[in-house]
């Protein structure tokens, strides 16, 4: 499975550098043992199993992008195999230990392959010396996978976009009403420069495996970074130790040939001289493709990717709202009147009705508290969605009644068309973690057949208030558009069971605001905001990511 030199005599001979063909006849005369052999048997079977795209989805999102109109999301669905690597119907990115059932399911094929193997070469006597030129094959593989998705994580971060910094209504939020993922989340949200020096420690690692000679200093990079990530979501509950556990693997396969030389030199103090195979490329064509093809990748990968995910951060990122809200709506606010039923509800810190605060975000969304425990979304925060109803990083891994509504808004009638940001996950969209654990004290509603009249209305927004919001999917920069954003709102679903509010806003400068309609229960609903500047203590951050003028 490794590759190492056999003794300090052997190394001498070879101390000065050689071409290709020189050093395959070096390596022609050196015997692995036969445990070595097997090992390697296995770990070729494994890792080639789990670094290339066997799922057919993948290809299917590969030649389904629009290559001359890209998102940011497309090459990031590339280098992450798109809906996931599946193989035997395991998938490697569960959120919960089921998912490394997968890891053991191919190690358990990669045995019994390796097995057959070791018999089919004995049997036809075509037992190789060596396999010095598959385990160089292996490695490239094996690099280029690690590097191609380590990559497209680091420009999450390099660009602070994947923990976001808090919005008004998470800065709102007791302590007490987060999840421990949430804490690290928003920990890491609130320090963006650290944020992005994770970036380029993630970017730094990826782009050091494009090249052997730096394969071993990438992959330490690599192990170092990722492996405190398994730990961290480990500790707080994250969702993605399964995925990062991934690059622990491929970047400690990478440095395994190195460590017997790091021993010899460091440990026993002996004079070392690393010797690789690395193959001849004798013909134009085979200089020319090695060439092109690292230079597809890096330009893709790199370049490519990083000014997407620049445009992405600058106008569309892709943990919040891209929209943005009514201008004279946003900030703070202190309920001074709340009735129902045209009734009167005076604060009292026990009710379950009255609101208790509220905030408008710079995008389109409305929060509010109340003091009745809501079902918990235990996702990371609905980061692939285009539509901004969907975006639900200010919603998920909080509890405590708070509630959280994305709204069209209607500047010219002054009109709010809210929906309930919670709805209940399905296993198929967010894993089975997030659709069996919802907690934070709420009864789990009981399913029933739903009669005619509970059933949303598809005009509940008429003709004429459309064309006065207008068209969501082109309200953003023009530069972060693509037509993956197109085709995402076309397939979008168009009348979701949610909770829904139509109230009318009236105000002058923001500062008192009067909102009235009718409630997600179908009450008449009659609000009183009074903006309320808070001073946090927490500064601002210094990198925000989109575009809310």
Request: zero cysteines; aromatic letters at 16%; hydrophobic letters at 40%.
């Amino acid at each position: 499975m490794s590759l190492s030199t056999s003794n300090s005599a052997d190394v001498a001979e070879d101390t000065a550098r050689v071409d290709g063909s020189a050093r395959e006849d070096v390596f022609a005369g050196k015997v692995w043992p036969e445990w070595q052999k097997i090992l390697f048997r296995v770990a070729f079977v494994f890792f080639v199993s789990i670094s290339l795209p066997w799922n057919p989805e993948w290809y299917k999102v590969v030649f389904s992008i629009d290559w001359a109109n890209l998102h940011y999301r497309d090459p990031y669905d590339v280098a992450r195999f798109g809906s996931g690597l599946e193989i035997f119907g395991r998938t490697l990115f569960g959120s919960g230990l089921n998912g490394y059932a997968t890891y053991v399911i191919t190690l358990i094929f990669a045995v019994v392959v390796a097995v057959i193997w070791t018999v089919a070469v004995k049997v036809l006597k075509k037992d190789p010396q060596n396999y010095i030129k598959l385990n160089y094959w292996l490695r490239t593989i094996v690099r280029y996978r690690a590097g191609i998705g380590i990559i497209g994580f680091g420009f999450t971060k390099l660009l602070p976009t994947q923990m976001p910094y808090p919005s008004l209504g998470l800065l709102n939020t007791d302590f007490g009403d987060f999840t421990l993922q949430k804490i690290y989340w928003l920990s890491v949200g609130i320090v963006p420069w650290y944020q992005v020096f994770a970036g380029v420690v993630e970017i730094a690692g990826g782009v050091l495996l494009f090249f052997r000679k730096t394969t071993f200093l990438g992959a330490m990079l690599l192990f170092g970074a990722l492996g405190d990530i398994v730990y961290v979501n480990f500790a707080y509950d994250g969702g993605v130790h399964v995925y990062s556990s991934y690059f622990v693997i491929l970047s400690a396969f990478l440095m395994v040939q190195d460590i017997p030389r790091l021993y010899n030199l460091f440990i026993l103090e002996r004079y070392t001289v690393p010797v690789n195979y690395y193959p001849t490329f004798t013909k134009a064509w085979q200089k020319y493709a090695r060439i092109g093809i690292k230079s597809a990748v890096i330009g893709i990968f790199l370049f490519l990717f990083f000014y997407l995910s620049l445009v992405n951060f600058l106008y569309d990122p892709y943990k919040q709202p891209s929209t943005a809200g009514i201008k004279e709506l946003r900030g703070n606010y202190n309920v001074t009147e709340f009735r129902i039923n045209n009734k009167v509800i005076p604060y009292a810190p026990q009710d379950t009705v009255r609101w208790q605060w509220a905030t408008f975000e710079k995008w389109t969304t409305l929060t509010f508290k109340v003091n009745k425990p809501t079902p918990l979304d235990l996702s990371n925060g609905g980061g692939s969605p285009m539509k901004d109803i969907s975006r639900t990083f200010e919603l998920t891994g909080t509890g405590g009644g708070q509630r959280v509504f994305h709204y069209y808004g209607d500047p010219v009638e002054h009109v709010l068309y809210l929906q309930d940001k919670f709805k209940a996950p399905s296993g198929r969209e967010l894993g089975a973690r997030d659709a069996t654990d919802l907690s934070g004290g709420a009864p789990k509603p009981k399913k029933k057949k739903l009669k005619p009249e509970d059933e949303p209305d598809p005009n509940w927004i008429s003709k004429a208030a459309w064309i006065n919001i207008g068209d969501e999917v082109k309200k953003i920069d023009q530069r972060a558009a693509s037509t993956r954003r197109d085709r995402e709102f076309a397939e979008a679903p168009k009348n979701e069971k949610r909770n829904r509010m139509i109230l009318t806003y009236q105000t002058t400068d923001g500062s008192h605001v009067i909102l009235k309609g009718i409630d997600q229960n179908k009450d008449s609903l009659y609000v009183v905001l009074d903006r309320v500047n808070k001073n946090y203590v927490l500064p601002k951050s210094t990198l925000d990511a989109g575009k809310y003028d």
